[in-house]
């Protein structure tokens, strides 16, 4: 454990760098994703971002082909 006043993301950026951000369809709707996980909400109508499902952090499907 790690206590520090400087955020995660910058301690442990060499690791978070290694993957790549990736545009797809996710049930219906434009994401990007990072390692398997949405990252990102591609949408203009307000009710999809109450959608639980497109929670950035959720596992998705892999089977969903990227664009």
């Given at each position: 454990m ?6 995660e993301?910058?301690l ?7 993957t ?5 369809q ?28 497109f ?10 082909n990227?664009?």
């Amino acid at each position: 454990m790690i206590w520090s006043i400087i955020p995660e993301e910058m301690l442990f950026a060499q690791q978070n760098a290694q993957t790549e951000r990736i545009e797809m369809q996710y049930l219906g709707k434009k994401i990007y994703a990072r390692g398997g996980k949405l990252d990102t909400l591609l949408s203009t109508d307000p009710a999809d971002f109450l959608d639980q499902r497109f929670v950035p952090g959720v596992c998705i499907n892999s089977g969903e082909n990227p664009q």
